[in-house]
Every structure is written in C-alpha cells, then in structure tokens.
C-alpha cells in the first residue's frame, strides 16, 4: 500500500507527527532505529530528570535541618536509582507505543533509508522491504558532537551523556567538558550525590545563551558549595584520564564530554538535492523543505534543539500537509527553555544581550539585521517577593527578571532563577507570545500563595 506520510525518526517529532496524522484518518508508517520515544525518552530529557529527581531528594534529606527536620543515616543507592530511571522510561515508550497501535499507525523498528524521491512519491527501505508514501517527514533528531581534540578518541575515560546515562555506578570524580545545559545539569546531578566536579567551559561564561545576570546567580553558588568551574577556558588535549588546557591539566575518573549536538543524517543520502545550511536541513515557517513532499521537524532542523520545539514542528508541518486553516506557525521568539540545575533556571524571549546586539545589527534570529534598536527597560525582584518561595526555599534570593520594551509596554523576555519556576514559566511564554503589555499583564490573577506570584509582582513595579 502507499501511506500518505512516511515519518524516519521516532522521537518527540516524530510520534506527535504520526499522531495527529492517524487521527486525521490518514495511513501513516513511522520508522525508528532504536527505541521510540527518541534521544529525549531514552537517553535526554526524561532519564536526566529521573536521576536529577533522585539526586534532588537526597540533597534535600541531608539538608532538612534547615526546616526544623532531623534527618540521619541518609544514604542512597545509586544502582536502585539508575533501575528506577530505566522504570520510567520503558514506562514512558511503552504508552507512546500504545498510542500509536491505538491510531492504527504502522510502527517499524529498524533504520531506514530513502532510495528515491519524486514530487509525488517517496520510496523508503528499511530490512529487506520497501515503502511508499506520498509525504516525507524527516526526524532523525541529532547526535553526540565529539570536537576534534586529541586524545579524545577510543579513550576508556571519556563519556558522552549516553554513556554516563547508562552507566551503573558513580564515578569517583568527573570532569565535563562543556559548561552548556548538559553540562550543568550533569555537574548538578554529580555535586549533589557527593561526586567531585570540575566542569571546563571554552566560552566566557558558562551557559552562554542565557541571561548572564541569571547564570552570575548559578555560577556563585555553584563555586561556593565546591563545583570548579573553569571559563574561557579551552582543552587542548586529552591524555588518559588528565585533561590538558589552556589554564593547566586536571585529572578525574571520568571525562564527560558534552559540548553540544549535530543534526544526523543518516538513511538521507539519495536526497542529494535538499537544502542544508550549518549542517542542518532548511526549513520555511511550516517546516518545508525545498523538495515538494518533503518536511523536516526536530533537532534535524538544526534550528532549537528542544523536545517541545520538535512537537510543536511536526503539529505545524502535519498541518500543512492536511492542508488544515488557519495554517498554523511557531512562533520561536516565544519558546521558553528550563535549565534543571538547583536551582532551576527558566526563561523566554529576548536578553539584555539579545536587545543590545541587535543595536550592534548582529543578532537577527527571527528578524532582520535593519530593524531598529528597540529601547528597553528592565523590572525584577528577588524571589522572596513571594510567601511561599520564602516558605519552601530557606536560605535562597532567587530572581524574576522582566524585559519590557520601552515605548510599547510589551513584554519581550522572562528570566527567573529559583526553584519551581520550570512550572509556571509557561505564564511568561503566554504573555511574550500574545504580546502582552505591561497593562494587560497585570490583569493577570495568580493563585495565592505561589511562587508564580513573583510575575506579578514585577509586573506591578513596572
């Protein structure tokens, strides 16, 4: 049979893509490699913040004292820690394997491949069988960047994050190359469980993309409850298990190399005409690409390499397929990002350093270099303007941040540090993509006590 849309990849683009599609009443087939659910289920996000959850409980047992709660003899167990993270997401891909049987979408494990392309056909092969459809969704997501650093190769000491995922028992110390989000969030799950850390980061500053005043917060707690972090630092090679940079060697059981991902193109080769720019496919605003019946959604795309970013692609890119009105469009300057460090960090919309190099011209993600410089203003509090971040975070200041732009009161970006702003960062996504302003955000109610209510209450200032 031919099936309207062929998806390779089956992760978070690709089984949302395959959802909606079945829904719509159309055949789908979805090929996966390995596991579905992709590098977000099985070796990202959900395994990341299994192990994060486990290090978070026992971080707060050993320091309960400070709520007026006796807690001794805490220990852990980090085999049971890592089994019960495997719980979760065998848990996790067995429902999305469930919902799509319940579509009725033809699932195949295998690593497929396309053999040939017209404008009106797509042949797929995969084992020994071959595929047809009429649509093509690429999401074969991305992998592991290794830099080409000397002595990183076939080295039994270095990790990625795959490795240190999988790995049964704690190192005795670690040191992770890469001070991104992955890196931080490993550093945080390490520190926390007792693991010595030194984390190296090429870049000026660690977590590079975000707003500095935010990571200033992170970086000084983390250096003062003992992580080393080293900045505008960069390795030049790598001997065993010693780590040579330009700042001077240092040495752990364990190097963890996490220094970002690239998109993977694997199975894509006959497309030898589609559109690649800094190693990702181009894409229009509903997820095109130049070949007539061929999308691309996910981290492929080279664009943010986000689970929620890759679901919201394949709903837009499934959309215009169906030929569904209004054509929906993502509005990227409203996606929000979580650093699941302790504290967590969250985010949406512009920095400081966004506005001011667009003044420079040289920042132009979503518009052009020409625009004018648009004057800003800047609102926070600390966290503890809210009762129950007081209540629930002894001994943390925490901060809300709230860019607004000068002369149309519109909020442009929300940047906040403290524990669970993860949770309500959605309410700031909301304002900057409905271009809230100051006015109308503050008609927003908040349940009281929250800490959400910090929003607010910068808002009020403004």
Known sequence: MKYFLAIIGGGPAGYTAAEIASKAGKDVIIFEQNALGGTCLNVGCIPTKTLLYSAKQYYNATHADKYGVKAEGVAFDYTKIVQRKTKVVRKLVAGIKQKLNNEHCTVIMGAASVVSRTDDNVVIACGEEQYEAENLLICTGSTNFVPPIPGLQDNPTIWDSTMALDSKELPQSMIIVGGGVIGMEFA???????????????????????????????????????????????????????????????????????????????????????????????????????????????????????????????????????????????????????????????????????????????????????????????????????????????????????????????????????????????????????????????????????????????????
């Open 188 to 462: 945080t799950l390490y520190h926390e469980l007792g693991v010595p850390v030194t984390v190296i980061e090429a870049m000026p500053t660690i977590l590079p993309n975000l707003d500095q005043e935010i990571v200033n917060i992170l970086l000084e707690k983390y250096r003062k409850a003992g992580i080393q972090i080293l900045t505008d630092t960069k390795v030049t090679e790598v001997q065993g298990n010693r780590v040579v940079t330009t700042n001077g060697e240092y040495e752990a059981e364990h190097i963890l190399v996490s220094v970002g991902r690239r998109a993977n193109m694997q199975g894509l080769e006959a497309l030898t005409d589609i559109e690649i720019h800094r190693g990702g496919i181009v894409v229009d605003e509903f997820m095109r690409t130049n070949l007539k019946n061929v999308y691309a959604a996910g981290d492929v795309t080279g664009k943010i390499m986000l689970a929620h970013v890759a679901s919201r692609q394949a709903e837009v890119a499934v959309g215009r397929m169906l030929k569904q009105l209004p054509l929906q469009r993502i509005a990227y300057n409203a996606i929000p990002s979580v650093v699941y460090t302790n504290p967590e960090i969250a985010c949406v919309g512009l920095t400081e350093k966004d506005l001011n190099e667009i003044h420079e011209g040289d920042f132009a993600p979503s518009m052009s270099t020409d625009e004018p410089f648009v004057p800003y203003e800047v609102h926070q509090l600390p966290m503890t303007y809210s009762g129950r971040f007081v209540a629930e975070n002894e001994g943390e200041m925490g901060l809300c941040k709230v860019i607004v732009d000068k002369r149309s009161k519109t909020v442009m970006g929300v940047h906040m540090i403290g524990n669970p702003c993860s949770e309500f960062v959605t309410a700031a996504s909301f304002a900057v993509r409905m271009g809230y302003t100051v006015g109308e955000f503050k008609q927003v109610v908040f349940p009281h006590p929250t800490v959400a209510e910090v929003m607010r209450e910068v808002i009020m200032e403004a």
